[in-house]
């Protein structure tokens, strides 16, 4: 059990939490939701023993041992993948790199005394069978055995996962902290996740925006608002309609108790001064003292309105790709062929879903759409040209893009910029109020639009790219992973203003409520030693997911 006892945190002028009692029991799976910046990352941090409490304390017992997978799945990028695993247990990496280097000096009395001590430590932490231990995990989580001495970086973001994961259990954990398992992660990736965890028998806390991940694996969900934390039993769908109930009820108490009280204090405003009445206006006052108003205090949980609005459209045909092929030299100096010979059209009104493994091709996809412009506003950077085959737009394209990493994609144009500034930069035309106006709908209203650019949050980031596409009114529109960061509200209002958009949509995204809301036509790439092969389907994700028999992504 993990005890939180009268925990306060705060971060400059803005209390995050505030005199918070609770617990997390084990066996349970508890996942932390809330709006981006409440604090659900700094209290996972807490947790992990990486972040003090302002006040109040965190208790864990000692002989509870705690693994913690964190959002930055490239950390270990030089790493061997085998080495990356063994770091889990720090006790034995840092005896054994100890040796290591000691071996390397000469070998004096004292040197000799210290290698005594390590090999004991070594010992201890069953370090002579580290090896074959590390490995058994990693086949067992799908990492063959000959890929193991290759360093991290030669895997994608879905296997990289799995490797961390495997350093957190070669830890043996009691209690698993996972800060957005999902980012990053394909389909078929997040579905092997989600039955680890269901399978994983001890407690587990992580942060999650993806509502169907939360809703396969939660048993508890641990809402971060209101400067507190409370805890509901059942999934993500369960907490939805519990918290809404609780706050509609509190709010018609609220608003009974004050009717009340009106009533009464008229009565007392009547005939307060007359004798007759005087003990029944006593009456009165006394039942006033009684009734209760509660102070309910906002939630930090605000869904951004967006609407992506086009002057005029685009033609029918929107986009032709044809016979594109694209090849990439890869770190061993080998050549990769991604796309082999794709074609590929796009009709006016399509909302695409491009799915498919990591590292199989999707957003080179979308970058070889996106090269085919002038890309310098686009992208900032050299664009993306097939090796062969054409990328036309059609007649009267207006092509907006969202890149995935959303700090690179505004650091090429923010340099010393606050919020307003980096949005206004773009059409100075438009009157400033009208700017302002977009950042507001984006939830950076007053003193927010001022932020500097440099310390917004990834959610803010993600917020202030779309707050460009939303300017620019383009009648199309490549979004290539944008519900990255972005909250549970902050995606149903991005999903809300795309179903309402009239233009064409293409997008890679690995939340499947996005992808089941949106696609009207879903193209999925698979591997194959010659390029990705397309399968191109007419329908919803749902239609896909049956008319093929996948196996991922299915379950909410």
């Known amino acids: 059990m993990i005890l939180l006892d009268n925990v306060q945190k705060r971060f400059g002028p803005k209390i995050l939490f505030e005199n918070v009692t609770m617990q997390f029991d084990p ?22 023993g990486d972040e003090e409490t302002d006040q109040g304390s965190i208790t864990i017992p000692g002989n509870m041992r705690l693994g913690v997978l964190r959002q930055n799945h490239f950390e270990y990028d030089k790493q061997r993948i085998i080495d990356a695993v063994l770091m889990g247990n720090k006790r034995l990496w840092s005896a054994m790199q100890e040796k290591e280097h000691l071996y390397t000096q000469e070998i004096t009395d004292e040197v000799g005394m210290r290698l005594g001590e390590l090999e004991g430590v070594v010992g201890e932490e069953d370090g002579y069978t580290a090896d074959s231990r590390a490995a058994e995990l990693l086949i067992g989580l799908g990492i063959p055995e000959r890929k193991h001495n290759d360093t991290m970086s030669s895997l994608s973001g879905g296997y990289k996962l799995r490797v961390l994961l495997a350093q957190v259990l070669f830890g043996a954990p009691d209690v698993l902290l996972l800060d957005e398992p999902t980012n990053h992660l394909d389909l078929e990736s997040i579905a092997w996740l989600e039955e680890f965890l269901i399978g994983y028998p001890g407690l587990v806390v992580t942060v999650s925006h993806d509502r169907h991940f939360l809703n396969a694996i939660v048993t508890h969900v641990a809402d971060v608002d209101y400067q507190t934390i409370t805890v509901y039993t059942g999934d993500y769908e369960d907490f939805v309609e519990q918290k809404y109930d609780e706050r509609k009820k509190a709010e018609a108490q609220n608003a009974a108790a004050k009717k009340k009280i009106a009533e009464l204090q008229q009565f007392v405003d009547r005939f307060g001064s007359h004798a007759s009445k005087s003990k029944q206006a006593q009456s009165r006052l006394k039942q006033m003292d009684k009734l209760e108003v509660k102070d309910l205090k906002r939630s930090s949980l605000v869904r951004p309105f967006v609407r992506f609005e086009f002057e005029k459209p685009s033609g029918r045909d929107v986009l032709r790709m044809e016979t594109v092929t694209k090849s990439f030299v890869q770190d061993d100096g080998t050549t990769r062929k991604v796309l082999n010979k794709l074609n590929l059209n796009l009709n006016r009104g399509d909302r695409v879903a491009i799915i498919g493994p990591n590292g199989v091709g999707k957003s080179t996809l979308l970058k070889l759409m996106v090269g085919a412009l002038d890309t310098k506003d686009l992208m900032g950077e050299a664009p993306t040209v097939p090796d062969d085959g054409t990328v036309r737009w059609g007649f009267d394209a207006n092509v907006g893009y969202f890149a995935q990493d959303h700090h690179e994609a505004l650091g090429r144009t923010a340099a010393g910029t606050n919020a307003f500034q980096w949005l206004y930069q773009f ?25 500097d650019t440099s310390s917004l949050s990834g959610g803010e980031c993600a917020r202030l790219l779309l707050g460009k596409l939303v300017l620019l009114k383009h009648n199309v529109l490549i979004l290539d992973e944008p519900t990255n960061h972005l909250d549970i509200e902050s995606i149903e209002g991005l999903i809300e203003g795309l179903q309402l958009f009239k233009g064409t949509v293409v997008f890679v995204a690995h939340d499947r409520h996005f992808v089941n809301s949106l696609a009207t036509r879903i193209v999925e790439l698979t591997p194959s030693d010659d390029g990705a092969k397309v399968n191109d389907f007419g329908g919803s994700y749902e239609e896909f997911l049956e008319r093929f028999g996948r196996d991922y992504g299915r379950k909410a």
């Open 27 to 48: 066996g349970k799976r508890y996942g932390l939701t809330g709006a981006n910046g409440a604090g659900k990352s700094t209290l996972l941090k807490m947790l992990g």
């Open 427 to 451: 059409d100075k035309l438009r009157p400033q109020e009208e700017v302002r106006g977009v950042l507001g709908r984006l939830l950076f209203s007053g003193d927010q639009a001022l932020k």
